[in-house]
């Protein structure tokens, strides 16, 4: 097996005193689709903020590509082509939609700008119709879209989305897990998710890993998780008394 | 028909009879606030003594004014405003196709500038039009750049600061020391200026990298104030409270603008006056804040200028997509604080006189005042603010004939800030986002298809 394209291990996150990671190993190879599923306040954002190096972790390690990025800038790890779609989307709400694209652009200073604005608009029709439209005027969905499109005109090696399905009607989240599917399928973008809506997660992806208390509790491929009896007692039928 | 006759009727003096009622709560709310302020006033007399002078008169002549003006806002003003309302939401939308002169405003506004001076100068005469290129045109085109300046960074960086006349001061005091000191010229010294004022809008930048909002106001602010009490208490260099005077002024080309046989005036066989002067600083100062908007608007469509409006919208964000938001927060600082210190040394050359008087907290306080009110970001607004409070605050000097409605004591210039201040409070309710709220994109995938605004019209993304 080649080495992972993102590899953490044994990360542990503090916010102040409070430990939110306690040591985590987590592995995304090229071309999957990775997700990370757990309860509120299991620790999963901030897995994800680690990353991209804010907060930065305490111990423990995160390479990208061989290369330690642990203790890199925020940017500079961005400046791996390492993508992110941040939790509640954080779009530039006064910039218009091409606009909050360009910005997603500029690592490479804008040279395939209208060669990847094509690609983004085909995934995502709706952001064509609203290029002009400030980024603030669009729904929550299309914030989304957005807030994905963005991330992908930086052409990343690994895409990091945050809770994409976060407030959206099930039929858009619908549409949004297919684009991430088209997008691995068609272009081998390799994706880490994290998601709370376990079921649309675990169908998505190839592997799986479900944290609670800062702690990886489980993991393997999407599909035996979703019929491990724990999994479904825990996150997919919780709800459903 | 009868019917509809009276009932309009009786609407009519219901109406009356509520702007009667709302014309004397706003006169007794008017009694209330100004009695202490208006009505009575300490003075004292040849002993040093304190006197109290009773103004009766003048206090009426207030609470007259607010009753009447309450009267007619209810009785007339907010009816028409109502009718208008119902009218336009009954008419059908009609795509308003702007007028040449709302597209050509920029450059209209540019040509009238340009032609200002001769204009003053054919009608009012050598002497006559001193005044109004001095007090109307130089002082109100200084706060357009400066406000154009401070824009950089409240305005597109988002980075509230409210110690912006302290960049302002940098630059005046550079010229007027390194002028008196080492005898060098202005042109050589506006560059220094700029340069000396950008680094310390680095300085500023460093501590506050990590602030932002109320905090990041707060450091400015007081960083505004140590640069003021190091020009008072720093005497052996700046002269502390004296000032520095005796500054030397600027020359075009070498000419001098002075009595002398190669001076100015000699050389065209013009008659000596200081108004050539005033009308060479005039286009020196159009000049310079013509240069701070087009670089403004250049950088607007530059990647360090999209990354400033993108950190004012989320910071975080702007981190995640691989901008580094520690460079891009310390050439915004630099970048506004440079175009202060152009305007510093420029008020320095003016005036041939500078004092740490000149550079109080008050004075960031309009500067933001303007930005604010022009609406953040748009220069056009900002400019047409800037014209509208200093512009203002010029002819209340003019205005004489307030003495007769309010007595021969009556000192317009004296309620200056109270103006001010109700020209803010009126154009906040009135424009929440000031004159001109809206941003102009910068970037277009085919031809843009509506074009509005002024400053964004030659680009095509």
Not at chain 1, 74 to 89: D, F, K, N, V, W
Not at chain 2, 432 to 447: D, I
Request: glycine share 10%.
């Amino acid at each position: 097996m080649t080495a992972p394209l993102l590899h953490v291990r044994g990360v542990e996150t503090y916010y102040g005193n409070i430990r939110a990671l306690n040591g985590v190993d987590v592995e995304v190879h090229r071309g999957e689709i990775v997700s990370l599923i757990g309860a509120n306040g299991a620790g999963k954002s901030t897995l994800m903020m680690t990353i991209c190096g804010s907060p930065q972790a305490r111990t423990g390690s995160v390479h990208f590509e061989g290369q330690d990025i642990t203790r890199l800038p925020t940017h500079e790890i961005a400046r791996l082509r390492i993508a992110q779609s941040p939790e509640g989307r954080r779009i530039f709400p006064r910039m218009t939609v091409l606009e909050n694209l360009q910005m997603g652009a500029s690592l490479d200073e804008l040279k395939h700008f209208k060669e990847d604005v094509e690609k983004v608009f085909t995934l995502f029709p709706r952001l064509k119709e609203r290029q002009a439209q400030r980024g603030g005027t669009l729904s929550g969905g299309e914030q989304q879209m957005l807030s994905i499109g963005r991330a992908l005109m930086a052409r990343p090696k690994l895409l990091l989305l945050d809770e994409p399905s976060l407030g959206l009607a099930p039929l858009i989240v619908k549409g949004i897990f297919d684009a991430i599917k088209k997008l691995n399928k068609q272009e081998g973008l390799t994706v880490f998710l994290v998601e709370q809506n376990a079921f649309g997660a675990l169908k998505l992806s190839d592997r799986a890993y479900v944290l609670v208390n800062g702690r990886v509790t489980m993991s393997g491929t999407g599909k035996d998780l979703l019929a491990n009896p724990e999994v479904r007692a825990a996150y997919l039928e919780g709800g459903r008394h | 028909m009868a019917n509809v006759a009276s009932t309009t009727a009786s609407a009519g003096s219901e109406l009356t009879a509520r702007a009667l009622r709302e014309a004397v709560f706003a006169g007794l709310i008017s009694l209330g606030l100004f009695i202490l302020f208006v009505g009575l006033e300490t003075t004292q007399n040849i002993r040093n003594e304190l006197v109290l002078n009773q103004r009766w008169g003048l206090l009426a002549t207030f609470v007259v004014i607010a009753m009447v003006g309450r009267f007619l806002m209810v009785a007339y003003v907010q009816p028409r405003l109502a009718q208008r309302k119902a009218a336009k939401a009954a008419a059908p939308d009609v795509v308003k196709e702007e007028g040449f002169f709302s597209r050509n405003f920029s450059a209209i506004a540019i040509v009238a500038l340009i032609l200002y001076p001769p204009v003053v100068l054919a009608l009012t005469g050598v002497q006559g039009s001193l005044k109004w290129v001095d007090n109307f045109g130089i002082q109100i085109l200084i706060y357009v750049m400066l406000a154009w300046g401070l824009n950089i960074v409240v305005g597109l960086a988002g980075l509230l600061d409210l110690g912006y006349v302290a960049f302002y001061a940098v630059g005046a005091y550079s010229y007027a020391l390194l002028s008196s000191y080492f005898g060098l010229s202005f042109w050589v010294l506006l560059p220094v200026a700029g340069l000396l004022a950008a680094c310390w809008g680095v300085v500023l930048g460093f501590p506050v990298l990590r602030l932002r909002g109320d905090y990041l106001a707060i450091v400015t602010l007081a960083f505004g104030e140590i640069i003021r009490l190091v020009l008072i208490n720093w005497t052996e260099v700046t002269k502390g409270t004296f000032g520095v005077s005796g500054i030397a002024k600027a020359t075009l080309f070498g000419i001098k603008f002075d009595a002398t046989k190669t001076g100015f005036a000699a050389l065209f066989g013009l008659p000596m006056s200081s108004a050539y002067y005033k009308i060479f600083l005039f286009y020196l100062i159009l000049g310079l804040a013509l240069l701070t908007a087009f670089v403004t608007i250049r950088l607007r469509r530059m990647p360090i200028g999209r990354a400033w409006e993108a950190l004012r919208e989320d910071e975080i964000a702007c981190r995640s997509l691989g901008i580094n938001t520690v460079t891009t927060k310390l050439t915004a600082f630099a970048t506004g604080a440079m175009f202060g210190g152009f305007a510093g040394s420029f008020f320095a050359v003016r005036q041939g006189f500078v004092s740490p008087e000149s550079f109080v907290f008050l004075e960031s306080a309009v500067i933001l005042a303007i930005v604010v009110l022009g609406g953040m970001g748009s220069l056009t607004g900002i400019a047409i603010a800037a014209a509208v409070m200093i512009g203002g605050t010029e002819i209340l000097r003019e205005l004489a004939f307030l003495k007769l409605v309010f007595g021969p004591n009556f000192t317009p210039e004296l309620y200056r800030m109270l103006i001010f201040g109700l020209a803010m409070v009126v154009v906040m309710v009135w424009k929440p986002r000031g004159f001109v709220g809206s941003r102009e994109p910068t970037a277009f995938l085919h031809k843009r298809k509506a074009v509005s605004g002024s400053f964004t019209k030659e680009g095509h993304g």
